[in-house]
């Protein structure tokens, strides 16, 4: 157990369907990091949370949103899913720029 | 063109080899992550550099930031070492932008 929590493990889901992924950092992490895996395109940013605000937004899609809540832990929602959201979502957790980073052990999505 | 280009893309083995894998990036960097990620799909993170150099166990990686290159080496390879190896920096902000990855394989 990395200390950052991934739920759920395995989504299926039909196109045009709304799904939310959930991310618990491990205890004292601050920033919180959602990473797409796709077979195409590799490891991409999306988007990062700190302390509850946005820190840094990478190549997240319009129809995608995340937030950051009190106790710190962040959802991801993915809405009007299309076949190419089929991917690997990460979250990772870290203290800091130098604090180094734990990943969850990852959803994987599939939109069939 | 990629900010991190990681070499080889594929790499095989026989069990006891010295294996190295290299990551070069464009710019100037807070720091560089080696990660590993097994078949299952879950990412370790192994090191994280700035300068110098790392070792744990079998693994060392290194880094010469004025070259803008990385190393992560791995002594008497066993086929449990058989993943994908990511090599991953931080620019300006503190997210990671991420290598193409290196896809070891280790025989017995």
């Known amino acids: 157990d990395s200390g950052v929590t991934q739920t759920p493990k395995h989504l299926i889901t039909a196109t045009g369907q709304r799904v939310t992924l959930r991310c618990s950092p491990r205890s004292g992490d601050l920033s919180v990091y959602w990473y797409q895996q796709s077979l195409d395109q590799g490891l991409q940013f999306l988007i990062q949370?700190?302390?509850?605000?946005?820190?840094a937004k990478g190549n997240i899609l319009e129809r995608f949103s995340a937030q950051q809540f009190p106790d710190l832990h962040s959802e991801l929602n993915l809405s009007s899913l299309e076949l190419g959201d089929s991917a690997l979502y990460f979250c990772?957790?870290?203290?800091?720029?130098?604090?180094?980073?734990?990943f969850g052990s990852g959803t994987r999505l599939t939109v069939v | 063109k990629n900010e991190v280009e990681q070499s080889p893309q594929n790499l095989t083995a026989q069990e006891g080899e010295f294996i190295t894998i290299n990551c070069s990036y464009s710019v100037g960097i807070s720091a560089l992550h080696w990660l590993q990620q097994h078949p299952g799909g879950g990412i370790v993170s192994l090191f994280m550099l700035s300068s110098g150099k790392k070792k744990h166990g079998r693994l060392i990686a290194t880094i010469n930031i004025q070259e803008k290159h990385s190393s992560l080496h791995i002594t008497a390879s066993h086929p449990r070492d058989s993943a994908v190896y990511i090599c991953?920096?931080?620019?300006?902000?503190?997210?990671?932008?991420f290598g193409t990855g290196t896809r070891l394989q280790v025989f017995p």
């Open positions: 991953a920096v931080i620019f300006n902000t503190d997210k990671l932008i």
């Open positions: 990772a957790s870290s203290v800091g720029v130098m604090g180094g980073y734990t």
């Open positions: 949370y700190y302390n509850g605000e946005e820190r």
